[in-house]
T-cell receptor, first 117, second 115 residues
Framework: AQTVTQSQPEMSVQEAETVTLSCTYDTSESDYYLFWYKQPPSRQMILVIRQEAYKQQNATENRFSVNFQKAAKSFSLKISDSQLGDAAMYFCAYRSPDTGANSKLTFGKGITLSVRP | NAGVMQNPRHLVRRRGQEARLRCSPMKGHSHVYWYRQLPEEGLKFMVYLQKENIIDESGMPKERFSAEFPKEGPSILRIQQVVRGDSAAYFC?????????????FGPGTRLLVL
């Protein structure tokens, strides 16, 4: 079974600075998908970014980018130019490429990010 | 295009009552997933359904919990004889397909409080 680990329960960043959130995972599969979801105080789950394991290029979405290290099974999220609205819980998630019964998401425990004005 | 809809947003039940949580997937989506989030925890998978079929219920408790996704209408997660430990946020996600381009889009969740 796949597992996702987010070992930092909390992080803080100064507004306009850069912060990196860590995530590691364990799997025996060679192809899979990785995601970062954001959960603000409203508790709505919002997709931030996704990465396909077969792609060597790291995914980017505006101020959000990932550092995907497949050999190390590491998938960190970098937030540049942090804004107050970035304050939220961030969850790393794994999904098998299989269809059917293996298509569920496996989440880490999350990390609470606070942004200091 | 409306997103994933869940209702009610908040639900209060007394121990022993039944809870029914509804999820309407995004238009054009035929795959529905239910997840549960306990306080201070990440989301845990419960069940995956396609129209009229349960594909994977490996995360569902064996007793008191059931789910359906009928041909017409929303997906329903039903919890019978609720206990305090069922208090949690229940999220529904939908996707268009289960293939390689699938992304699951989440609803706003239903917060269940069992008194």
């Amino acid at each position: 079974a796949q597992t996702v680990t987010q070992s930092q329960p909390e992080m803080s960043v100064q507004e306009a600075e850069t912060v990196t959130l860590s995530c590691t995972y364990d799997t025996s599969e060679s192809d899979y998908y990785l995601f970062w979801y954001k959960q603000p105080p409203s508790r709505q789950m919002i997709l931030v970014i996704r990465q396909e394991a077969y792609k060597q290029q790291n995914a980017t979405e505006n101020r959000f980018s990932v550092n995907f290290q497949k050999a190390a099974k590491s998938f960190s999220l970098k937030i540049s130019d942090s804004q107050l609205g970035d304050a939220a819980m961030y969850f790393c998630a794994y999904r098998s490429p299989d269809t059917g019964a293996n298509s569920k998401l496996t989440f880490g425990k999350g990390i609470t990010l606070s942004v200091r004005p | 295009n409306a997103g994933v809809m869940q209702n009610p947003r908040h639900l209060v039940r007394r121990r022993g009552q039944e809870a029914r949580l509804r999820c309407s997937p995004m238009k054009g989506h035929s795959h529905v997933y239910w997840y549960r989030q306990l306080p201070e925890e990440g989301l845990k998978f419960m069940v995956y359904l396609q129209k009229e079929n349960i594909i994977d219920e490996s995360g569902m408790p064996k007793e008191r919990f059931s789910a359906e996704f009928p041909k017409e209408g929303p997906s329903i997660l039903r919890i019978q004889q609720v206990v305090r430990g069922d208090s949690a946020a229940y999220f529904c996600a939908s996707s268009q397909e289960a293939g390689v381009q699938e992304t699951q889009y989440f609803g706003p969740g239903t917060r269940l409080l069992v008194l």
